[in-house]
Structures are given as structure tokens and as C-alpha cells.
């Protein structure tokens, strides 16, 4: 019996250290306006807000460029055309698509040597 009893003694020892350890207590609630300011901080919210504003005035400024200095240039050397947005292909205007398509690879390369000119300078 006493081997028995040493086999059941070990068992319940594996058992228990099977067993989960139930999770500790959770904290007290933090009151809304503690939580959301840790929020802010943790995900740095203010910096991410004025990089989006930033963004969104480099955007215009970008498109500005695109649009009415770089699109008219190159409407100069279609002839019989005013501005890109003129150009037809049989039915289909195409020329909204095609000023589109400039702004947007404008818009990437500038997007482009800023990146490159800031990781120059070691801004990350």
C-alpha cells in the first residue's frame, strides 16, 4: 500500500502543478479621463495629428504644382489642346485620367526625395 500511496501523493503533485494558477486581481478602474491620457501619450496621438495636418497641407501644395504649373506645360506641346483635360480618345475622355495620373507620379516623387533628403539628415 505504500507504494500506492507515493504513486497517488505524486499524482496529485503533477496535478496541481497543471493546474492553471488563476489570474491575479485586476486593478482598480481608472477613471476615463486618466485612461485617455495615457492613451495619447502610449500612442503618441499629437505627434501622429500634426504629421496628418502637415501631410495634408504638403498634399495641396504638391497637387497645386501638379495642377497648375506642370499640367498646363505639358498641354503647351499637345497641339490643339488647352489643357489635358481636353484630350479624347473617340468617345472616352481620357485626358481627367491621364492629369490624374501626373499628379499622382508628381505626387510620389516629391513624396520620394522627401523621404530620401529626411533620411539624410537622419530624421526617422
Known sequence: MAKEDEMLAE???IREL???VPPPPKEKPKNLAKEFLEFIKQYKILG???????GLAVNALILS???????????????GFNTI???K????????FIAAAINF?????IIFLIVKLATRFGID
Not at 504644382?65 to 506642370?70: G, H, K, N, S, T
Open 11 to 13: 499524482l496529485k503533485k
Open 85 to 87: 483635360a481636353d484630350i
Open 48 to 54: 501622429l495629428a500634426a504629421a496628418f495636418i502637415i
Open 18 to 20: 497543471l493546474t492553471p
Open 65 to 79: 504644382l501638379a495642377q497648375d504649373i506642370i499640367t498646363p506645360i505639358i498641354g503647351i506641346f499637345i497641339p
Open 89 to 96: 480618345l473617340g468617345p472616352f475622355g481620357i485626358g481627367n
Open 105 to 109: 507620379l508628381i505626387v510620389a516623387i
